[in-house]
């Protein structure tokens, strides 16, 4: 128990309006590890080539529109056979071995790796001191001026993360419009997004089920 209290890190937990009411402990070994640096670079490349779209194609030659006619004469003309103006010999005709639209980019990643991976980018957080945590955030209507006034009290700066402990549509609703904000469930953090944000907001039950998830 002892370690565990030289482990953990205090932060402040304030409230909606930016005023501190309480403090609280961070679990040390979800958010005061050694960082693994491979991990949490594989976490990111996994991230970014599951969500890569596929949208590069290239027609073959039963594709091209055209060519159905032989262009000249088999015998007699003096040029090369050519049986088809659709041969990727030509000038608008098919590709070869060009990307046909089914490429698959998903790649996956070990469970324990990826966890460990969470728990360095959470660390890195905490040690640059760029996490906040909220006792609660609630919005009674959908109205973005609300979230951005909590935003404003609490002093987030840059790109933010916040991380809800639960879906909350009217909330979820109103951060929409918000630019450099992302919302998310605590069980759909990801590296990217953490690495990614300048500020991290933690609604506090969602620390308590993240640290129960990791540590």
């Known amino acids: 128990m002892a370690e565990e209290k030289v482990k953990s890190v205090s932060v402040n937990v304030l409230n909606q309006l930016g005023e501190k ?57 003096g040029r090369a056979r050519a049986g088809s103006s659709r041969s990727p010999l030509w000038r608008g005709g098919g590709k070869v071995f060009g990307p046909t639209g089914d490429q698959n980019h998903t790649i996956s990643m070990n469970k324990e790796a990826h966890r460990i991976a969470l728990r360095s980018a959470l660390t890195v957080k905490a040690a640059a001191k760029q996490i906040i945590v909220l006792d609660k955030i609630e919005v009674e209507a959908i109205k973005t001026k609300s979230v951005a006034e909590i935003l404003k009290a609490i002093a987030v700066k840059g790109k933010t993360l916040l991380v809800l402990h639960e879906e909350n549509e009217v909330l979820q609703t109103s951060a929409r419009s918000i630019k450099k904000l992302i919302v998310v469930v605590e069980n759909n953090v990801s590296v990217y997004d953490l690495l990614n944000a300048q500020t991290v907001v933690f609604v506090k039950d969602a620390v308590k089920k993240i640290e129960e998830a990791l540590a």
């Open 21 to 77: 009411i309480s403090t609280t402990r961070l679990h040390g070994d979800v958010f005061n590890i050694e960082p693994n640096n491979q991990c949490m670079f594989d976490a990111v490349q996994v991230y970014l080539s599951n969500r890569r779209q596929v949208t590069s194609k290239t027609k073959k030659r039963d594709e091209v529109s055209g060519g159905g006619k032989k262009p000249w004469a088999q015998k007699g003309t």
